[in-house]
């Protein structure tokens, strides 16, 4: 599985996730700078965390202008995987990728924990090898992570089976305590209409190794080997 990862001044996350993927799939990520026009070749693009221009204007507003997002744009809609993960989620919201958007943490905080998750699906290439409406534990670390839809598309979203992931406590029930930021429906990640795109505020390369106190977010990274 060939990867590429999408850096912008200001990503923190980019080593991170290169680090997970080179590790499942023994092969070097390419780093690929906002800059750029092209993407190479390659079976699944992150867009990772991070605080992209700073967070100015708008979380990811300025991200999504960058030359290479044109790019990125192209190649999802021709049906290369997406996986947008915290300010990379905002990212490609903001590009349009995905419906909704991101905004100011309900409590105006920055939250920086690990959360736990239902998984909603374990049909799709980035969640083959969770078990279905199981709950897992991520970290989150962000300020605008506040997913808002209207009530039209929240049900949509619901209707298509396209919510990945939601906040929930143990047993697996949607909480208002469980919920970090006060997103709608307790909702936490996103699919596009194919299930090839992915939007998710929690950040699975965080908890991806032993080293790192959990195994949790290594599962994603097996479903796309399996998958590729």
């Known amino acids: 599985m060939k990867a590429s990862v999408i850096v912008f001044p200001g990503s923190n996350c980019d080593r991170d996730i290169a680090v997970s993927l080179e590790k499942t799939t023994g092969k070097p990520t390419t780093m690929v700078w906002h800059g750029e026009s092209e993407v190479p070749q390659s079976d699944l693009i992150v867009?990772?965390?991070?605080?992209?221009?700073?967070?100015?204007?708008?979380?990811?507003?300025?991200?999504?202008?960058?030359?290479?997002?044109?790019?990125?744009?192209?190649?999802?809609?021709?049906?290369?995987?997406?996986?947008?993960?915290?300010?990379?989620?905002?990212?490609?919201?903001?590009?349009?990728?995905?419906?909704?958007?991101?905004?100011?943490?309900?409590?105006?905080?920055?939250?920086?924990?690990?959360?736990?998750?239902?998984?909603?699906?374990?049909?799709?290439?980035?969640?083959?090898?969770y078990g279905n409406g199981g709950v897992i534990r991520i970290p989150v670390g962000h300020h605008d992570g506040n997913y808002y839809a209207d009530d039209d598309m929240l049900d949509r979203l619901e209707g298509e089976g396209r919510v990945a992931f939601r906040y929930s406590d143990e047993s697996g029930a949607l909480t208002e305590d469980a919920n970090p930021n006060g997103s709608q429906r307790n909702i936490a990640g996103i699919y596009d209409e194919t299930g090839r795109i992915l939007g998710m505020m929690p950040h699975p390369e965080r908890l991806a190794d032993p080293a790192l106190g959990g195994i949790d977010g290594q599962k994603m990274f097996d479903s796309l080997l399996a998958a590729a």
């Open 47 to 129: 867009v990772p965390g991070g605080f992209s221009y700073g967070d100015y204007l708008r979380s990811g507003a300025m991200a999504a202008q960058s030359p290479i997002m044109k790019d990125v744009v192209k190649k999802a809609k021709a049906g290369t995987p997406v996986i947008g993960i915290c300010n990379g989620f905002q990212v490609i919201t903001e590009a349009g990728l995905l419906p909704g958007v991101l905004m100011r943490n309900a409590g105006l905080k920055y939250v920086c924990k690990d959360v736990l998750l239902r998984v909603e699906r374990t049909d799709t290439m980035f969640t083959s090898q």
